[in-house]
C-alpha cells in the first residue's frame, strides 16, 4: 500500500538551533516528493519538491530537503530555525510515471520553536 | 493574480443535513481536487476534477459528490453528515498539461462543523 510515515509528531527546538524533520515513504518505481507548511488556519504552502535530478533539494525560507531512494526517505533540514518558523509540516508523496495529481500525506509534525 | 479561493471559510450543520462547498481554481488553471482534512490529521485525498469529470477518487463514500463547472470552479457536496465529517476541506487548483508535474496550489479551506 502506498503511504507516507512523519517520524515524529512534534519537534521542539530552541530559535538558531538546527532541525530535521523525518518522513519515509513506502517504496515505487516512481515517486515524486513534497514538503508542505501550514500556519495555524492557513492552508497549505509548497515549501520544496523533488521530481528528478540532484537529491539534494533547496526550498523557500531556508528549508532543504534530500531524497534517499535506498531509505525511501525524504527528510526536511533547516540550519537555523526562527520563531516564525513554528507551524505544522507535511510530507508528501505522488506515486507513479503519470502524471496523476494525486498526492498522499503524512500526519504531520508540529515544529515548536522556542525563544 | 488570485489564489484558490474557496466558500465559505466556516460552516455549521447538524447531522443528516447536506452541505455544499465551492472553489475556484487559481487563474489558468484547469484541474481540481479536493481532500479532507481531520483534526490532527494529514490532508486526504476524495477526488480530482479535469474537463467537468471526475477524474480520480479516493477512499471515500458515494456520500461525498462534486463538480466542475466550464469556468473550472468546483462544487463538493457532502450528504447525510456525519459527526466525522467535522473537518477542514482543502481545494488545490493544477495545470494538468504541464511540462513534468502539475505543482498544486491549495487554498485556505472551508471549516466544517457537524453538530
Known amino acids: 500500500a502506498q503511504s507516507v510515515t512523519q517520524l515524529d509528531s512534534q519537534v521542539p527546538v530552541f530559535e538558531e538551533a538546527p532541525v530535521e524533520l523525518r518522513c519515509n515513504y513506502s517504496s515505487s518505481v516512481s515517486v515524486y516528493l513534497f514538503w508542505y507548511v501550514q500556519y495555524p488556519n492557513q492552508g497549505l504552502q509548497l515549501l520544496l519538491k523533488?521530481?528528478?535530478?540532484?537529491?539534494l533539494v533547496k526550498g523557500i525560507n531556508g528549508f532543504e530537503a534530500e531524497f534517499n531512494k535506498s531509505q525511501t526517505s525524504f527528510h526536511l533540514r533547516k540550519p537555523s530555525v526562527h520563531i516564525s518558523d513554528t507551524a505544522e509540516y507535511f510530507c508528501a508523496v505522488s506515486y507513479g510515471s503519470s502524471n496523476t495529481g494525486k498526492l498522499i500525506f503524512g500526519q504531520g509534525t508540529t515544529l515548536q520553536v522556542k525563544p | 493574480d488570485a489564489g484558490v479561493t474557496q466558500s465559505p471559510t466556516h460552516l455549521i450543520k447538524t447531522r443528516g443535513q447536506q452541505v455544499t462547498l465551492r472553489c475556484s481554481p487559481k487563474s489558468g488553471h484547469d484541474t481540481v481536487s479536493w481532500y479532507q482534512q481531520a483534526l490532527g490529521q494529514g490532508p486526504q485525498f476524495i477526488f480530482q476534477y479535469y474537463e467537468e469529470e471526475e477524474r480520480q477518487r479516493g477512499n471515500f463514500p458515494d456520500r461525498f459528490s462534486g463538480h466542475q463547472f466550464p469556468n473550472y470552479s468546483s462544487e463538493l457536496n457532502v450528504n447525510a453528515l456525519l459527526l466525522g465529517d467535522s473537518a477542514l476541506y482543502l481545494c488545490?487548483?493544477?495545470?494538468?498539461?504541464?511540462?513534468?508535474?502539475?505543482?498544486?496550489?491549495f487554498g485556505p479551506g472551508t471549516r466544517l462543523t457537524v453538530l
Open positions: 523533488y521530481l528528478s535530478g540532484s537529491t
Open positions: 488545490a487548483s493544477s495545470l494538468i498539461w504541464d511540462s513534468f508535474y502539475n505543482e498544486q496550489f
